[in-house]
């Protein structure tokens, strides 16, 4: 059973990668340091004439491997250029919001704080992807999903644009 749900889960990256394409001609910016910004572990991309810097906060007070932490969420800045001024960072999506995954063995009456501040896991590294058509796509790990259910550590929702 183990097996098939690593090749099910194989298969569903192959697919994703086939299927995605970078955001609407983005550019991917090589390592950059900024200051100033609580947005760690993430990703800058451009798209159009638009920065966009996504990230994990830690500024509410997340501690890793501290049992019920807080989790702060993912966040998103805007610039016209990479060395800003960026933006206030904004929530992609609350932390208290209720976790939607039908069809998949998770306990639906959690939120995202319960799943990325259980154990003081976390949820990490944003990646916000544009499929072809046009929607956009968060990709992100859940570490403590590995620990409650032996599953696939990783999550993937779908966006209204590029703020989430």
Do not use: E
């Not at 299927?19 to 090589?30: D, F």
């Not at 800003?84 to 609350?94: A, D, E, N, R, V």
């Amino acid at each position: 059973m183990k097996v098939l749900a690593w090749v099910l889960t194989l298969i569903a990256v192959a697919v994703l990668a086939l299927y995605a394409v970078p955001a609407s001609s983005a550019t991917t910016l090589g390592p950059v340091t900024l200051s100033g910004l609580d947005l760690h572990d993430g990703t800058i991309v451009q798209i159009g004439n638009t920065w966009y810097i996504y990230g994990t906060r830690y500024g509410c007070g997340f501690k890793w491997r501290t049992n019920d932490t807080t989790f702060c969420g993912f966040g998103v800045a805007t610039a016209s250029s990479p060395s800003g001024p960026w933006s206030t960072p904004k929530l992609l999506f609350s932390p208290s919001a209720k976790v939607d995954n039908t069809g998949w063995k998770v306990d639906h009456s959690l939120t995202w704080q319960q799943v990325c501040g259980w154990r003081g896991s976390g949820c990490f590294n944003p990646r916000m992807i544009r499929r072809t058509g046009g929607v956009y796509i968060l990709w992100f790990n859940a570490p403590a999903d590995w620990y409650r259910y032996h599953a696939n550590a990783y999550w993937v929702m779908g966006c209204n644009g590029t703020a989430g």
